[in-house]
């Protein structure tokens, strides 16, 4: 058990759909990092918060958004959903900021139906 | 952009013989970190390389990082069962870019 925890696990919605997956950090973590893994396929970096701020933008479609809450909690946001969209969400998050160890979190299976 | 390539997408090997990936990449890397997925799960940290040079072992894994930081390596020595996923290279600087990863198969 890495600490990150991920809501929900499972996720099946239509096309044109919104959606919002949530992440809460491992305790002391600043920075969170959203990453997209399709079937079998490596992971796509889309975005990282560090305490509250954007610190890195990845391949992230307009389409999506992020936040990251004084709590440090971290929602991901999926509007107008597409079939292409279906994939496995992951959060992590780390210490600080780039070089420190990411701890992912059991991640959120998103269909689109 | 920068681009980190991973080598070979996929390995099968019988138990018991040895395993390696590469990562590449035309620009300097920062530090390069290595991760492990087992099938159904999620990435976890295996180790960090910043010196150039730089050799990690742990157990049957071998890490290395090239001299010119353009390269990074992960030798398995005599794969066990347990040593089944996906095993992914990362440059950790603030484009956080991952290579593509590579599978390790044990055949039957």
């Known amino acids: 058990d890495s600490g990150v925890t991920q809501t929900p696990k499972h996720l099946i919605t239509a096309t044109g759909q919104r959606v919002t997956l949530r992440c809460s950090p491992r305790s002391g973590d600043l920075s969170v990092y959203w990453y997209q893994q399709s079937l079998d396929q490596g992971l796509q970096f889309l975005i990282q918060?560090?305490?509250?701020?954007?610190?890195a933008k990845g391949n992230i479609l307009e389409r999506f958004s992020a936040q990251q809450f004084p709590d440090l909690h971290s929602e991901l946001n999926l509007s107008s959903l597409e079939l292409g969209d279906s994939a496995l969400y992951f959060c992590?998050?780390?210490?600080?900021?780039?070089?420190?160890?990411?701890?992912f979190g059991p991640g959120t299976r998103l269909t689109v139906l | 952009g920068q681009q980190v390539m991973q080598i070979p997408q996929y390995q099968h090997v019988q138990e018991g013989e040895d395993f390696t990936t590469y990562c590449n990449s035309s620009t300097t890397l920062s530090n390069i970190q290595w991760y492990k997925q087992r099938p159904g799960g999620h990435p976890v940290f295996l180790i960090q390389l910043v010196k150039s040079g730089e050799v990690k072992k742990q157990k049957r894994l071998t890490f290395q990082f090239g001299e010119a930081k353009k390269n990074s390596s992960l030798h398995i020595t005599a794969t066990q069962t347990t040593d089944v996923g996906t095993y992914f290279c990362?440059?950790?600087?603030?484009?956080?870019?991952w290579g593509a990863g590579t599978k390790l198969i044990i055949k039957p």
């Open positions: 992590a998050s780390s210490v600080r900021s780039w070089g420190d160890t990411q701890y």
């Open positions: 918060y560090y305490n509250g701020e954007e610190r």
């Open positions: 990362f440059d950790s600087n603030y484009q956080l870019i």
